[in-house]
């Protein structure tokens, strides 16, 4: 059996800000683009509960924040002083994991299946957590719990703000039910939008939904994948993504785009930067990762286990794959990662073709 949770930070930015400014915690504060006296473009990143109540949430352009609420504190984006405090939690999630995965500035997931012995510890493990990161650094978190990411990502949503809660594999199916496809964690609005047209609005339509009309519209693999997290069921390993055994690239576009022609070339030079390190340290490699970062500074992986294979050929596919099977087509992206991890050195072997 396996136990997983997804830990998330409530309003992440602005708790980073109160931490430094108590004056925020008494008034409604927004993090985000200058507002310019209502003239301002961009958008609301986040915003703390007392902004919420207002109507105010992220992703709401910053005029019209300032139209309901021009007395509101607006405080512009610190992103190195929110990665530094993400450093000092993620370090200590990290103590308490048996695998670690961190998903975005905020977020991290866990695999605690080999050190704790059920649900009832997950809890107690998950309240320990929840202390220590506000005892040592200051910030709330919430933590979902379940038998697969999928849910534990899902159990977080719900557990929001600062609660935990607990979906065990038992009660998924109950859990699921109700839901609209694109609360699954993994299917986008873009794939959302294509299962709507098929007929498959809600989780519980799309868990019996035919595997021969999924296959045609999403190939065989994804569309099987879709129908298993209908069901509850999510594959996906909690993958270590800081291995030092891995060879990496990254790159910031200069204005961020959803072109896929411009995502796609990049994904090619990244690709081709990797090779030159894969073959001068003589190493073959089994799995592939790409890196999302998005214009909001979400930050998702994509990872994917091949033959253990050299192949700049595999490395392009599967990274264009990776992206066009994941990626929230209703965000911009602004900066892209390309990785191969799973090392095996081939020197003085017989090279792998
Ligand atoms: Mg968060």
Same mark, same amino acid.
């Given at each position: 059996?396996?136990?997983?949770?997804?830990?998330?930070?409530?309003?992440?930015?602005?708790?980073?800000?109160?931490?430094?400014? =108590?004056?925020?915690?008494?008034?409604?504060?927004?993090?985000?683009?200058?507002?310019?006296?209502?003239?301002?473009?961009?958008?609301?990143?986040?915003?703390?509960?007392?902004?919420?109540?207002?109507?105010?949430?992220?992703?709401?352009?910053?005029?019209?924040?300032?139209?309901?609420?021009?007395?509101?504190?607006?405080?512009?984006?610190?992103?190195?002083?929110?990665?530094?405090?993400?450093?000092?939690?993620?370090?200590?999630?990290?103590?308490?994991?048996?695998?670690?995965?961190?998903?975005?500035?905020?977020?991290?997931?866990?695999?605690?299946?080999?050190?704790?012995?059920?649900?009832?510890?997950?809890?107690?493990?998950?309240?320990?957590?929840?202390?220590?990161?506000?005892?040592?650094?200051?910030?709330?978190?919430?933590?979902?719990?379940?038998?697969?990411?999928?849910?534990? *990502?899902?159990?977080?949503?719900?557990?929001?703000?600062?609660?935990?809660?607990?979906?065990?594999?038992?009660?998924?199916?109950?859990?699921? =039910?109700?839901?609209?496809?694109?609360?699954?964690?993994?299917?986008?609005?873009?794939?959302?939008?294509?299962? *709507? *047209?098929?007929?498959?609005?809600?989780?519980?339509?799309?868990?019996?939904?035919?595997?021969?009309?999924?296959?045609?519209?999403?190939?065989?693999?994804?569309?099987?994948?879709?129908?298993?997290?209908?069901?509850?069921?999510?594959?996906?390993?909690?993958?270590?993504?800081?291995?030092?055994?891995?060879?990496?690239?990254?790159?910031?576009?200069?204005?961020?785009?959803?072109?896929?022609?411009?995502?796609?070339?990049?994904?090619?030079?990244?690709?081709?930067?990797?090779?030159?390190?894969?073959?001068?340290?003589?190493?073959?490699?089994?799995?592939?990762?790409?890196?999302?970062?998005?214009?909001?500074?979400?930050?998702?992986?994509?990872?994917?286990?091949?033959?253990?294979?050299?192949?700049?050929?595999?490395?392009?596919?599967?990274?264009?794959?990776?992206?066009?099977?994941?990626?929230?087509?209703?965000?911009?992206?602004?900066?892209?990662?390309?990785?191969?991890?799973?090392?095996?050195?081939?020197?003085?072997?017989?090279?792998?073709?």
């Amino acid at each position: 059996m396996r136990i997983i949770m997804l830990i998330d930070m409530d309003y992440f930015y602005v708790a980073c800000e109160e931490l430094r400014n =108590s004056e925020i915690k008494s008034r409604p504060a927004i993090v985000g683009s200058d507002p310019k006296g209502g003239q301002g473009r961009g958008v609301v990143m986040t915003c703390n509960y007392m902004a919420r109540e207002f109507g105010i949430h992220s992703g709401m352009p910053i005029s019209m924040a300032y139209r309901i609420k021009p007395d509101a504190l607006y405080l512009p984006l610190d992103y190195d002083y929110y990665e530094s405090v993400s450093k000092k939690i993620m370090e200590r999630i990290k103590g308490f994991a048996g695998r670690f995965e961190q998903v975005s500035i905020d977020e991290a997931f866990i695999d605690v299946s080999d050190k704790l012995h059920g649900y009832a510890e997950a809890e107690e493990c998950a309240k320990r957590i929840r202390n220590e990161v506000l005892g040592t650094v200051g910030i709330k978190c919430s933590i979902g719990i379940g038998p697969n990411k999928l849910i534990a *990502k899902m159990a977080c949503e719900k557990a929001k703000p600062n609660g935990i809660k607990i979906v065990k594999e038992n009660e998924v199916r109950e859990f699921l =039910s109700g839901s609209k496809v694109d609360e699954l964690y993994g299917i986008g609005a873009k794939t959302a939008e294509r299962l *709507k *047209k098929l007929g498959y609005a809600t989780v519980d339509e799309l868990s019996k939904a035919s595997n021969m009309a999924l296959a045609d519209e999403f190939g065989v693999s994804f569309g099987a994948e879709i129908k298993a997290f209908a069901n509850g069921i999510d594959g996906r390993e909690v993958t270590e993504n800081y291995d030092v055994k891995s060879i990496g690239r990254e790159f910031t576009f200069e204005k961020d785009t959803e072109s896929g022609e411009e995502i796609r070339s990049a994904i090619g030079r990244l690709s081709s930067e990797v090779m030159k390190d894969v073959a001068k340290n003589q190493v073959s490699f089994k799995t592939i990762t790409i890196k999302l970062r998005y214009y909001d500074f979400t930050e998702h992986l994509h990872s994917r286990s091949v033959k253990v294979t050299n192949s700049v050929d595999t490395l392009i596919q599967t990274a264009e794959e990776l992206y066009s099977e994941n990626a929230d087509r209703s965000k911009k992206i602004r900066k892209i990662g390309v990785r191969v991890s799973g090392l095996i050195s081939y020197k003085g072997q017989k090279r792998i073709a």
